[in-house]
């Protein structure tokens, strides 16, 4: 069995939220996919995946909506094993920018959308723009556009602080970036509404152009929210994740091992053999030992509290005998 995972996104009134997603969610179940999908009364979001030919299926019945005529949908082969299970849920937003809707409404204004090759011709023929990269930095860690700019966002709604980073490009043209080409969307429209002028969005995302181009103009690999972490479309290039620790180079992520940080982060094996070995930090690293010897305290205090139960049960049981026995003698 082949499988196949669907990316795709739309900026589309949708009146009754819960309704589609309820319809969506059930013909989902039906054909065995896995993935998530948000739906919000502005549009929807969605990664799934199952079997290739379901997939195909799927895509034919949802373009049948009015609604989701023109969806542009990405694929990519996979295994099978990319999402756990299916989620559907009801947003506000199907991006959480957070950002009023007056400033940035997609379906209202948003930048005009720059084809892959277009940005190919850009780069080989050295025009004078900026790329600027609309994902987080943990996902700029490990792969970005060649002189592109990461703005020092942990969340989308970052933005609004970040914008003040990027006014002294306001007058130089401007290309947004991002995975697929959903978060450019509102954040282009967030940076016209700011008064940056000469704003585009790379047509469907990074995804897209490493797709066309791989190998070409894009350092590393792209950063997956799912199962896979990172996608490579091939081509030569090269590996610009830097371990968090000794800044060798890696493509390896991993979670701060301590359970009160848990930070996402690059680590190599040899800094961090296993994932019970990765410390974003000395003081995490610490952290995690005081909060282990705190558990193991816990641990070794079971059995002696179990005794002390049970003689407490045992001194009850002997005290009620005694005051009984002592009762029926002074009756």
Not at 198 to 217: A, C, R, S, W
Not at 283 to 306: D, G, I, Q, S, W
Request: aromatic share 10%; charged share 35%.
């Amino acid at each position: 069995m082949s499988f196949q995972v669907l990316l795709f996104y739309k900026y589309v009134t949708i009146e009754n939220p819960q309704e589609f997603a309820d319809v969506f969610r059930k013909r989902a179940q039906e054909l065995g996919f896995t993935g998530r999908a948000l739906i919000a009364e502005e549009g929807i979001n969605a990664t799934l995946e199952g079997d290739l030919e379901k997939t195909e299926l799927f895509v034919q019945e949802l373009v049948k909506d009015s609604r989701l005529a023109d969806l542009r949908v990405k694929r990519s082969l996979s295994d099978g094993k990319t999402f756990p299970k299916l989620s559907v849920k009801v947003r506000k937003e199907i991006v959480g920018t957070q950002f009023p809707q007056a400033e940035a409404d997609p379906r209202v204004r948003t930048a005009p959308h720059l084809p892959p090759e277009k940005l190919r011709e850009m780069y080989e023929s050295n025009e004078d723009f900026v790329v600027v990269d609309m994902r987080n930095s943990y996902e700029f860690a490990v792969g970005h556009f060649k002189n592109s700019i990461d703005p020092g966002m942990v969340a989308s709604r970052d933005l609004e602080q970040a914008v003040v980073k990027l006014e002294k490009y306001k007058d130089k043209k401007i290309v947004t970036v991002c995975t697929g080409g959903i978060r450019c969307e509102k954040m282009s429209a967030y940076l016209l509404s700011k008064g940056f002028t000469n704003v585009h969005q790379l047509e469907d995302g990074i995804h897209t152009y490493m797709e066309k181009f791989p190998g070409k103009d894009f350092l590393g690999t792209l950063y997956t929210f799912d199962g896979r972490i990172r996608m490579d479309f091939g081509g030569d290039r090269e590996i610009v994740g830097e371990c968090r620790l000794c800044k060798n180079k890696t493509e390896r992520y991993s979670n701060c091992a301590n359970d009160e940080c848990h930070l996402h982060m690059l680590v190599c094996t040899d800094c961090a053999p296993t994932e019970k070995e990765a410390f974003c930090s000395d003081k995490c690293r610490k952290h995690a030992m005081v909060l282990a010897k705190k558990e193991e305290f816990k641990k070794n205090l079971e059995p002696l509290k179990k005794w002390a139960k049970s003689l407490r049960k045992s001194l009850l049981k002997k005290y009620h005998r005694v005051a009984w026995s002592l009762k029926l003698r002074f009756r």
